[in-house]
T-cell receptor, first 116, second 111 residues
Framework: EPEVTQTPSHQVTQMGQEVILRCVPI?????FYWYRQILGQKVEFLVS????????KSEIFDDQFSVERPDGSNFTLKIRSTKLEDSAMYFC??????????????FGEGSWLTVV | KNEVEQSPQNLTAQEGEFITINCSYS?????LHWLQQHPGGGIVSLFM???GKKKHGRLIATINIQEKHSSLHITASHPRDSAVYIC?????????????FGKGTLLTVNP
C-alpha cells in the first residue's frame, strides 16, 4: 500500500520561530496538499500545489506560510514566524489526479505542531 | 462557501449493528468525500462519489445530489470500525480536493 510520509511526527517550537514540516508524497502523484486540524476542530484546507506552483489556497494560508518542492521527492510547508494559534496537526496529502473518477487522495499521518 | 453538517456527532453501537452517518451540504457540488480519522489522528479516504452509490467491503456510501445529502453506512459493524468519520465537499469553484470538512461523527463500536 503506497503511503505519504511526514516528518516530524511532533514538534514543539517557541513562538516566533520558523518551522518546516516535511512530506514525501506518493512517487507518481502530481498534486500535493496541506490541511490542518486545530485540536477539537474541523480539518481545514490550506493549499494545493501542482506543477511546482500553488494552484489554490485558503484564507488561512497567508504570507507567513509557504510551500516548496525542493527536490523530486519532498514537499514542505514552512511557517515563518509561528504564533500560538498555529498549534495544530498538519496533514500532507497527495493525489494522482483531481478528476471525478479518481479516488486517489492519500493522507500522511500528520505532524503535530505545538507552539509555546 | 459550502456548509457541511453531519449527524449524529457521536454514535455508540454494539458489534454487528448497522450504522448510518448522515451528511448535508449547502451548495451544489461535483463530488463528496467520506474520510475516516483513526484515534491516532491519521486520515484515510474511504470514498469520493458524485452520484448514486459506492460500496467497498462493509462500507456503503450514497449521495442524493438534488437533496444535497449523503449517507455512509457500515454493515455488520466491528470494534475496529471505531473512528471519526468525516464528510467533506469541495469549496464552490475549487477543485475536488479544496475541501470544506464536516465536524465528524465519532463512532464507537462495543464488542
Amino acid at each position: 500500500e503506497p503511503e505519504v510520509t511526514q516528518t516530524p511526527s511532533h514538534q514543539v517550537t517557541q513562538m516566533g520561530q520558523e518551522v518546516i514540516l516535511r512530506c514525501v508524497p506518493i512517487s507518481n502523484h502530481l498534486y500535493f496538499y496541506w490541511y490542518r486540524q486545530i485540536l477539537g476542530q474541523k480539518v481545514e484546507f490550506l493549499v494545493s500545489f501542482y506543477n511546482n506552483e500553488i494552484s489554490e489556497k485558503s484564507e488561512i494560508f497567508d504570507d507567513q506560510f509557504s510551500v516548496e518542492r525542493p527536490d523530486g521527492s519532498n514537499f514542505t510547508l514552512k511557517i515563518r514566524s509561528t504564533k500560538l494559534e498555529d498549534s495544530a496537526m498538519y496533514f500532507c496529502a497527495s493525489s494522482e489526479a483531481t478528476g471525478l473518477n479518481e479516488n486517489t487522495i492519500y493522507f500522511g499521518e500528520g505532524s503535530w505542531l505545538t507552539v509555546v | 462557501k459550502n456548509e457541511v453538517e453531519q449527524s449524529p456527532q457521536n454514535l455508540t453501537a454494539q458489534e454487528g449493528e448497522f450504522i448510518t452517518i448522515n451528511c448535508s451540504y449547502s451548495v451544489g457540488i461535483s463530488a463528496l468525500h467520506w474520510l475516516q480519522q483513526h484515534p491516532g489522528g491519521g486520515i484515510v479516504s474511504l470514498f469520493m462519489l458524485s452520484s448514486g452509490k459506492k460500496k467497498h467491503g462493509r462500507l456503503i456510501a450514497t449521495i442524493n445530489i438534488q437533496e444535497k445529502h449523503s449517507s455512509l453506512h457500515i454493515t455488520a459493524s466491528h470494534p475496529r470500525d471505531s473512528a471519526v468519520y468525516i464528510c467533506a465537499v469541495p469549496n464552490s469553484g475549487g477543485s475536488n480536493y479544496k475541501l470544506t470538512f464536516g465536524k465528524g461523527t465519532l463512532l464507537t463500536v462495543n464488542p
